[in-house]
């Protein structure tokens, strides 16, 4: 299994949420660590939830926006798999929320596909290692028609925080941490699952 590794340079990162940027949600706190996955589509699902039961650190919380004829189906596989959730009002006009609450790595099996369909169809999924950090605030938010005034999910980091982002399109996933497993390659590698083989990608900065 490859996985591509870099570190996202600070001058990707606007100093607002953007819409279609880095990031599109708001960020309170600061996050030492943000780096950049890209897993090959086809081994994601397997890959990721092996990452996490490596990791270990259950229980993991859930921020996912999905359209309306999803909404049936992922309520459904959380009841048949006894996945906490609580639907969310948001005011996007096509879009549902949940948070959800996963306990342990056959929990995260079942809900992952549907974060990564989410993800591929640009809705917003979001999960955090241990800790609830999802709030919806208002705040500035750099729109195609400017800086506007709007609520907006945001996540709260603090000490040992690690939030993931599926990224658009499901290309890649953002790792956005305060833990020092993400510090270095080595440190990250050493978190994968067994027989991965890490290529490390150099961003250029703007």
């Known amino acids: 299994m490859e996985v591509e590794v870099s570190f996202v340079p600070e001058s ?3 100093k607002y949420p953007d819409a279609g ?3 599109p949600f708001a960020i309170d706190g600061t996050r030492s660590y943000v780096v950049d996955f890209i897993i090959d589509a086809e081994e994601s699902n397997n890959f990721i939830s092996n990452w996490m ?3 270990n650190e259950f229980p993991i919380y859930v921020y996912v926006e999905i359209f309306e004829f999803q909404t049936e189906e992922f309520e459904h ?3 048949l798999h006894n996945i906490e959730y609580k639907p969310l009002k948001i005011k996007k006009a096509n879009d549902y929320a949940y ?3 996963i306990k342990n790595s056959e929990q995260f099996n079942a809900l992952f596909p549907h974060l990564d369909s989410a993800g591929s169809m ?3 999924v979001l999960w955090s290692l241990q800790k609830d950090v999802f709030t919806f605030k208002q705040k500035e938010y750099k729109t195609l028609f400017g800086i506007r ?3 907006t999910p945001t996540i709260s980091m603090s000490k040992d925080s690690t939030v993931f982002w599926i990224g658009y399109d499901g ?3 953002v790792a956005l941490s305060n833990n020092k497993k993400f510090l270095s390659i080595n440190s990250i590698r050493n978190q994968f699952p067994p027989k991965t083989n890490v290529v490390t990608i150099q961003c250029e900065e703007e």
């Open 12 to 14: 990707w990162i606007s």
């Open 21 to 23: 940027g880095y990031f």
């Open 53 to 55: 039961l490596q990791l």
């Open 77 to 79: 596989d959380c009841k």
């Open 99 to 101: 948070k959800a609450i």
């Open 122 to 124: 640009n809705n917003l």
């Open 149 to 151: 005034n709007i609520v």
């Open 171 to 173: 290309q890649n996933i």
